[in-house]
């Protein structure tokens, strides 16, 4: 239970970090770093989605 805590402590902490990236990128408009920024949070998103998952929901998906 510990460990599962941590990692979605950590995915969320990530997902804030890549959010601030990604619109700071986007006022320089850097679109490269923004898209970077982007795949990164999508990636702890989907991280912290799959915590999150049932049992059922990770059944389903992997069908």
Do not use: C, G
Not at 6 to 32: G, T
């Amino acid at each position: 239970m510990i460990e599962t805590k941590d990692a979605v402590r950590y995915h969320r902490k990530k997902m804030v970090f890549w959010l601030k990236a990604q619109k700071a990128a986007k006022k320089r408009l850097d679109k490269n770093k923004e898209q970077q920024a982007n795949q990164e949070y999508r990636k702890h998103r989907d991280a912290l989605l799959a915590i999150w998952a049932t049992p059922a929901e990770r059944l389903a998906v992997s069908v």
